[in-house]
């Protein structure tokens, strides 16, 4: 299966990185001659000229597959196919390069994702400082940032030298929603590649193929995501999450009266709280154990610490309660994805709209929502839900962001 595969949707993005993949590998052959090296920014820059450049910029909606792109991308510069002697495309998915990129072991490639809420100075110059080194195979360094939005602006201006000076042989790849979430000096220096949404007929079909799932399921949670294809695989795996979401589809019939809106809010945040604690428990104690031994502590978590390595347990601690935050963030916000795309259906109903309905396993409560308003409220709670997650972004308290829009959500 060639690396290119799991791109749903993305015919045209498939396309410039296939032809991006050969232009590479024409530049290692080049450098291998007797004429010597060729700086990979010859091959073209951010404003035009060749396939292949040196940094790269995926952008699209959640879901939309940026990451997926760009480890597929670092995986085709790293290919050692044979068949690309005979004009085949890199990317075969199936030789040492491709198959260690894909799984995050290859020497030269960093697949940088954060579980923190920024990515700050301290960690950029570390890439930075990786990036100025030669590829220990002979290909390229590639450096896969797939949060690039979670970027400080200091780290963001850290980032921007190693852009602007790149080493020959290295290349970024950063990956964030939109070009407004990244500076502008940096997008400046990047090519450009858009993803969109899949269609939800493609995102069905691959969890069919490739995971093993049942075709009904499968079509009913890609409708239910509308093209997310990582939300799309959690639905149709996890039966917690299953149970999660259709509790929130369960709160616009549960907002009639302020206790109700109050009872409501305060479980939303439960769920989330809940989220986070589940992913503690999964990596927190493994993590501490493992410093715990690196330090030279005896076994057991009563055991003390040698002297001078209480600031290295501290810094874990800390960065294993910015993860806490971002979980329960990103599980909110997730719960609030949903509770919009029952107002949409609720409009596609009350304006006759021959739209799919996504949420058609929630059909009873959207026909009771529609029938007891009109579009106008409808649309005023939607705008109520994207001023929640817009307060949240801005660090408003989640408990009072989340009550401040079920009262909204009540009123209409």
């Known amino acids: ?9 993305q015919e045209r993005v498939t396309e410039q ?16 001659s007797p004429s010597g090296p060729v700086p990979v920014a010859a091959a073209g820059t951010a404003a035009g000229g060749g396939s292949m450049t040196h940094a790269w910029l995926f952008t699209g909606p959640p879901g939309s597959g940026r990451a997926t792109a760009a480890r597929a991308f670092a ?18 998915g199936f030789c040492d390069g491709c198959h260690t990129t894909l799984v995050g072991t290859h020497a030269d490639v960093e697949i940088v994702r954060t579980d923190q809420l920024s990515i700050g100075v301290k960690e950029t110059r570390d890439l930075v400082r990786r990036a100025q080194l030669s590829p220990a195979g002979g290909r390229w360094q590639v450096i896969v940032l797939e949060d690039a939005d979670r970027l400080t602006e200091g ?46 007929a493609a995102v069905a079909g691959i969890l069919a193929r490739r995971d093993g799932i049942e075709p009904e399921l499968a079509a009913r949670v890609a409708r239910a995501t509308q093209g997310h294809i990582g939300r799309a695989r959690r639905l149709a795996t996890d039966e917690r999450a299953r149970a999660r979401r259709a509790a929130v589809l ?63 347990m501290k810094e874990l601690q800390d960065r294993q309660k910015r993860r806490s935050t971002r979980t329960q963030r990103d599980s909110l916000d997730l719960a609030l994805v949903d509770l919009t795309g029952f107002y949409r259906d609720v409009l596609a109903l009350q304006l006759g709209s021959r739209v799919e309905i996504a ?54």
């Open 1 to 9: 299966m060639a690396v290119w595969d799991d791109l749903v949707g």
């Open 17 to 32: 990185l296939s032809a991006a993949a050969r232009d590479a590998d024409a530049l290692v052959t080049a450098a291998a």
């Open 75 to 92: 995986a085709a510069l790293q290919c050692l196919s044979p068949d690309r002697a005979a004009g085949a495309v890199p990317g075969c």
């Open 155 to 200: 780290a963001g201006n850290v980032l921007l030298k190693a852009v602007e000076e790149p080493a020959p042989r290295t290349v970024w790849l950063l990956c964030a929603p939109s070009l407004e979430d990244v500076l502008p000096t940096i997008r400046s220096r990047c090519r450009l590649l858009t993803l969109r949404t899949p269609p939800v």
């Open 250 to 312: 369960k709160l616009p019939l549960r907002v009639d009266d302020v206790g109700g809106c109050l009872k409501a809010a305060q479980e939303l945040i439960d769920a989330a709280a809940e989220d986070a604690k589940q992913v503690a428990e999964e990596v927190d104690t493994k993590e501490t154990e493992e410093l715990r031994a690196a330090l030279g502590a005896a076994a057991g978590t009563g055991s003390r610490l040698p002297r001078g390595t209480a600031g290295a």
């Open 359 to 412: 949420n058609a396993d929630a059909q009873d409560a959207l026909e009771r929502v529609a029938a007891a308003s009109g579009p106008e409220r409808t649309l005023r709670r939607i705008e109520a839900i994207i001023d929640c997650r817009r307060a949240l972004d801005r660090n408003v308290a989640p408990l009072l962001a989340v009550e401040a829009m079920t009262m909204a959500l009540r009123a209409g």
